[in-house]
């Protein structure tokens, strides 16, 4: 069954960094766009980026960008997000999640059960 | 970036009576060339990730009760819960995928009334 797994959340204080990883199983990861999505406490959902299949395709939202970077390791089935210059505003619950088709524009239909990154001093 | 609204912001139904949330973005989401309207609904249970329940604005996902209906086009959508379960309180947000950023809804709540 098609499983993502999110790791590498935890305490970080400001100005700090902090490498996130997804981990895929169940499906040829490497057909697939990954999503990272995250949601404050309390809050809606923001998507952050995605990488497209072969790396060739990567966006971010203007709130990360230049400060997240988003690679995938297809040979390891891993998808990672290096976050920097990290902020409060930036304490959410952290997820993984695959495009239901190949390609980008295509909704998320499996998701991590997240992993909550905190920052704060 | 493409904003989206939903309303109303939680609203609170009988057992087996309907529940329907809006959903508004703020430019057209139909791509005219495969006339598709590129709208996800997804469902949140606390401390669960969200679930994917409705795809191309109207295309229930494999497994999803039949009592979830999705509606509309362009910018004006709609979630239709025919007859509220117990198991349907949720947060429920819209999606828009087709244009990056992608954006989210910012939910609404449905509860038992």
């Known amino acids: 069954q098609v499983q993502l797994v999110e790791s590498g959340g935890g305490l970080v204080k400001p100005g700090g960094s902090l490498r996130l990883s997804c981990a895929a199983s169940?499906?040829?990861?490497?057909?697939?766009?990954i999503s990272w999505i995250r949601q404050a406490p309390g809050e809606g959902l923001e998507w952050l980026s995605y990488?497209?299949?072969?790396?060739?395709?990567?966006y971010y939202a203007d709130s990360v960008k230049g400060r997240f970077t988003v690679s995938r390791d297809n040979a390891k089935n891993s998808v990672y997000l290096q976050m920097s210059s990290l902020k409060a505003e930036d304490t959410a619950m952290y997820y993984c999640?695959?495009?239901?088709?190949?390609?980008?524009?295509?909704?998320?239909?499996?998701w991590g059960q997240g992993t909550l990154v905190t920052v704060s001093s | 970036d493409i904003v989206m609204t939903q309303s109303p912001d939680s609203l609170a139904v009988s057992l087996g009576e309907r529940a329907t949330i809006n959903c508004k973005s703020s430019?057209?989401?139909?791509?005219?060339?495969?006339?598709?309207?590129?709208l996800a609904w997804y469902q949140q249970k606390p401390g669960q990730p969200p679930k994917l329940l409705i795809s191309?604005?109207?295309t229930r996902e494999s497994g999803v009760p039949d009592r979830f209906s999705g509606s509309g086009s362009g910018t004006d959508f709609s979630l239709s819960i025919s007859s509220l379960q117990a198991e349907d309180v949720a947060i429920y947000s819209c999606?828009?995928?087709?244009?990056?950023?992608?954006?989210f809804g910012p939910g609404t709540k449905v509860d038992i009334k």
């Open positions: 999640a695959r495009a239901s088709n190949s390609g980008g524009y295509f909704p998320s239909d499996y």
């Open positions: 990488i497209s299949s072969s790396h060739s395709t990567i």
């Open positions: 169940g499906f040829t990861f490497s057909d697939y766009y």
């Open positions: 191309w604005a109207s």
């Open positions: 430019q057209s989401v139909l791509y005219n060339s495969n006339n598709k309207n590129y």
């Open positions: 999606h828009q995928y087709y244009s990056t950023p992608f954006t």
